[in-house]
């Protein structure tokens, strides 16, 4: 079976997949993948620079091996991702948004069917129709009232309230996550993950 983890910002998807850890079970992230293959993936890399521009990759210098020259050094550069500029794109249009997601998401769908794992986590895997791009047998939704998700952010994160109510704005809002959902895992600080969790394994 293939299993999603999901749930709004602020939510706690981390802990639980510590949980699920804990019962021997390695959990994909899709987040981290998505980073790692725009840091390490040459084909990624240049249809972004064909999409948004040879800017979106910056060069820049990395620790010389051994007796290499400066220039060498400079041949060598590897390419930063220009976040700014990335984000600004990003936040130009839907379109622009869409355009990006088109690109990345296949190449971490692609990332998880070869990882070997059965479990994936993902804060938008319906927001960004990544829940349609590969078979998920069923979804596991992470709430946590509303209040709780602002100061886990704020303090998280460092950020304003104004800003943390902003990013949760952005996503789509827990209770409809919650019913395209097959199973609920509530983590108010109060309820108990790890027993939920272990009850989660019982009925999967």
């Given amino acids: 079976m293939k299993?999603?983890?999901?749930?709004?910002i602020g939510?706690?998807?981390s802990y639980v997949c510590q949980c699920l850890k804990k019962?021997?079970?390695?959990v994909f992230d899709c987040d981290a993948?998505?980073?790692?293959?725009?840091?390490t993936s040459p084909t990624l890399q240049q249809a972004l620079k064909e999409l948004v521009g040879e800017e979106v990759y910056e060069a820049h210098p990395v620790p010389p091996k051994g007796r290499e020259t400066h220039e060498e050094?400079?041949?060598?550069?590897e390419l930063r991702l220009n976040k700014p500029l990335l984000a600004k794109f990003l936040l130009e249009s839907e379109e622009h948004q869409q355009a990006v997601n088109?690109?990345?998401?296949p190449a971490v769908a692609e990332d998880f069917l070869q990882s070997g794992k059965d479990w994936l986590e993902s804060a938008i895997l319906?927001?960004?129709?990544?829940?349609?791009?590969i078979y998920i047998d069923k979804v596991v939704c992470v709430t946590a009232p509303l209040e709780v998700r602002i100061q886990r952010i704020m303090q998280r994160d460092g950020i304003s309230r104004e800003k943390a109510l902003e990013w949760i704005h952005r996503q789509l809002p827990q209770e409809e996550v919650l019913h395209r959902s097959d199973f609920e895992i509530v983590n108010d600080g109060i309820?108990?993950?790890?027993?939920?969790?272990?009850?989660?394994?019982v009925n999967l």
């Fill in 3 to 8: 299993i999603a983890i999901t749930g709004g």
């Fill in 11 to 13: 939510a706690g998807k």
């Fill in 23 to 26: 019962q021997g079970i390695e």
């Fill in 33 to 39: 993948s998505a980073k790692r293959l725009m840091r």
């Fill in 73 to 77: 050094v400079r041949s060598r550069g």
């Fill in 102 to 105: 088109n690109l990345i998401h």
């Fill in 126 to 133: 319906f927001d960004s129709g990544f829940d349609q791009r």
């Fill in 191 to 201: 309820a108990d993950v790890r027993k939920q969790v272990r009850e989660l394994l």
